[in-house]
């Protein structure tokens, strides 16, 4: 830093050291969501409703006590008289209280004539005349600092005069007040019963739900097991379903690993106890001649156990893909071209005639090439090394075929098998079940020293992801082994 510059103050304060970020907000509970979402409308529709029925209820009161001073007016009408070629009103003091009296209304009352004069009553009632073609007119006036309802009434008989009635409104106001508190308490006392009811009834339908997160926090990481959930819905079973399915395929998932960690440390104990017994006897003599040997050995054991792990992986694999192959359209010629391409040097070089059948035209299947690619890979190899005939036989021959047949064995568009085909020792019928077991090998294979008894194992389980059914029986005239995968056609 510059000691003859001043240091520039930072954008941005640091956080005190003891300061602590605020937690985030914990979000409602699902039944407190369920209530509100449910409540909520619930009551603005009744508030709604609540509010529609008083105006309503108070238009319905309006016209009664409108119509009620409509009367007073034409009962006053009628009481105009023409005396002396003018209007009287021939009511007496007494008798206009009759006609207007009221128990709670104050009423007021005017008859007006063409000229504007009053002949009786209440003079200056600010009352609109009635509209051009109409016989009366309602309003709401204001006289004397009171609020009234007034109607004013045009007659043209004996003469044209009009006639005002007001009086005011505590009856209406009280009579709206009471219908508003009314329909609102008894709006509240329902929503509020409905509010407690639904509540408990919420709790109850959640309640499995409760028992069921606290079973899965109790459980520890190894309790894969099944969790019983007491469900009362078909959501909740459909969410038990699906959990208990995760913990299936995670129990698998996990006992898949297991086994393979367990296979791979028990199977690669024996070939690396050999590279090491082989590297010691090595560097125990001087000889040369004898460190070619001993290397040899090591180069031998290494391609065994490197086979051991590929098959052991392979194995993994496929019981990690358990239903989720996807299938496509395979062109299973070219595929069987380019295996039986990649192998002829190997089988040159061991003196095996490899040859193919039933190439010639195209054949599509339902699949995936990199696993049909692994399945005839394994059957070609496995016939490599144990496919060859005893001493003295014929020379050892494999044929790799594809043929389409019909189930009843007629050529066409049925069934599809790829199969290899060696004229060797064969599989005896009572081993063929047994030899698809994991670690189960054939009399030939112990004879040899070779493999684990994983590759029929493989392959049976590269089949059953393929939509396919692994297939062993003897090679033509019953001499040899034919094994391969048959693709069973569905009926159109």
Known sequence: ?????????????????????????????????????????????????????????????????????????????????????????????????????????????????????????????????PREGEAYRFSDINFRGRALRAVRVQVSEPQVF?????????????????????????????????????????????????????????????????????????????????????????????????????????????????????????????????????????????ARASHLVDQLLALALADEMRGAVPREPVALDELAREAVLRFLPRADAAGVDLGARGLEHPVVVQGQALLIEGVLGNLIDNALRYGRPAEGGPPPRITVEITQEDDDGAPGAGNVTLAVVDNGPGIARTQRADLMQRWAQGREGERLGQGAGLGLAIMARYAELLGARLMLGPGPGGQGLRAGMVWVRQPA
């Open 162 to 302: 009009e006639v005002i009635t007001a009086q005011t409104v505590h009856a209406r106001s009280a009579m709206l007040r009471s219908v508003l508190l009314y329909s609102v308490v008894s709006q509240l006392v329902l929503l509020g019963a409905l509010a407690w009811w639904l509540r408990r009834a919420i709790q109850a339908d959640l309640q499995p739900l409760a028992a069921f997160q606290a079973a899965l926090a109790e459980r520890d990481a190894r309790g894969l097991e099944p969790v019983a959930l007491q469900a009362s819905t078909r959501d909740l079973q459909r969410l038990e379903g699906a959990v208990n399915g995760l913990l299936a395929r995670v129990a698998e998932s996990v006992r898949a690993q297991r086994e393979f960690a367990g296979n791979v440390a028990h199977e690669l104990r024996t070939p690396l106890a050999g590279i090491r017994a082989l590297a010691a006897y090595g560097l125990s003599h001087k000889d040369p001649a004898v460190w070619h040997e001993q290397l040899a050995g090591v180069a031998a054991s290494e």
């Open 1 to 129: 830093m510059n000691p003859g510059r001043p240091a520039a103050a930072p954008e941005h304060s640091p956080r005190a050291p003891g300061a602590a970020a605020s937690p985030p907000a914990e979000p409602p509970s699902l039944r407190a969501r369920l209530l509100r979402h449910v409540l909520v409308p619930l009551a603005l529709t009744w508030f709604a409703g609540t509010a529609i029925s008083v105006l309503v209820a108070n238009g319905f009161t309006q016209r009664a006590f409108d119509r009620a001073l409509l009367d007073d007016a034409y009962a006053i009408a009628a009481n105009v008289r023409l005396k002396g070629g003018a209007l009287d009103l021939a009511l007496t003091s007494r008798e206009l209280k009759s006609v207007l009296f009221d128990q709670v209304e104050t009423v007021y009352f005017a008859v007006v004539l063409p000229d504007g004069s009053v002949l009786s009553g209440n003079a200056s009632l600010p009352a609109p005349p």
